[in-house]
């Protein structure tokens, strides 16, 4: 039987790829649990510095799979055990200390607006497309929806799209702070970003995710807190101590202005 998600390695990077194109890559029962299954697994890795989120087909995801909802005679507390289920998948890589990029292609639709937004940068391809559609059929927001959204674009234009039959397009998405950037290929983009966290400062690069996922729910002052304890710690780290010293010879030197501000 072949993963609706399929996970694969190459060295520090994780890819996890949506894998039911026949159903738009909805998200049904059996795809939830091994989301959040693998979410629990990748971020406690502690070799994995990147993510890639990406999906098979024509569509990156049409949300969670109505029909199976319907076909399986579910009932209302079904649905919230699995809602649950899926949102500690989505809690687990938000709240984590690893940079994910998403590579989105066609269509996005309901609770797939979450699993995207749980990338902390969106790659879209130019035919991708946006929409709602929850009270459509009669359901509310789900999957960090009505967090993550208005996180994005603010609440006038969630509201709109939420309360609206409105599809976005990828040029109004980029526009909207939707996704991050419009790329051909978006695969190619998102492996290319991935691959620079990487080859950097990785351990930066998630760090500095983490704090700002973290300071969009918390007090101020804890922030701060935060940010000092942070710093203080990446200053210590080798990888840090040899950069700042190469910036610092840069920023010194007579001849060059690399480093310069």
């Not at 060295?11 to 738009?24: K, Q």
């Not at 996704?179 to 990785?202: N, S």
């Not at 780290?237 to 010293?245: D, G, L, S």
Request: negative net charge; proline residues 4%; aromatic residues 6%.
């Amino acid at each position: 039987m072949t993963a609706s998600i399929i996970h694969t390695r190459d060295g520090a990077l994780a890819r996890l790829t949506f894998n039911r194109p026949a159903s738009l890559n909805a998200m049904g029962f059996e795809m939830g649990t091994l989301w959040r299954d693998l979410a629990h697994e990748i971020t406690a890795d502690p070799t994995v510095g990147a993510i890639v989120l990406d999906a098979a087909g024509p569509a990156f995801c049409a949300g969670g799979d109505v029909v199976e909802m319907a076909a399986s005679g579910s009932s209302g507390d079904d649905i919230t055990a699995m809602a649950r289920v899926i949102h500690d998948g989505i809690r687990t890589f938000v709240d984590s200390d690893i940079p994910i990029v998403a590579a989105v292609q066609g269509a996005v639709a309901g609770g797939g607006l979450g699993l995207m937004l749980t990338a902390d940068y969106v790659v879209a391809g130019p035919r991708a497309r946006f929409v709602s559609k929850y009270a459509n059929i009669g359901l509310t927001p789900d999957l960090g929806v009505s967090t993550l959204l208005p996180a994005a674009v603010g609440q006038t234009r969630a509201l709109r799209i939420l309360l609206d039959d409105l599809t976005i397009d990828a040029a109004t998405a980029l526009e909207w702070g939707l996704v991050t950037e419009i790329a051909d290929d978006p695969g190619a983009r998102a492996a290319e970003l991935a691959r620079f966290w990487l080859d950097g400062a990785t351990a930066a690069f998630g760090h500095a995710k983490r704090l700002v996922r973290a300071g969009a729910r918390r007090a101020f002052a804890d922030n701060l807190d935060d940010e000092a304890r942070t710093i203080g710690a990446s200053f210590d780290t080798p990888q840090a101590k040899a950069r700042v010293a190469a910036f610092a010879a840069a920023s010194t030197s007579p001849t060059s202005e690399k480093g310069r501000a």
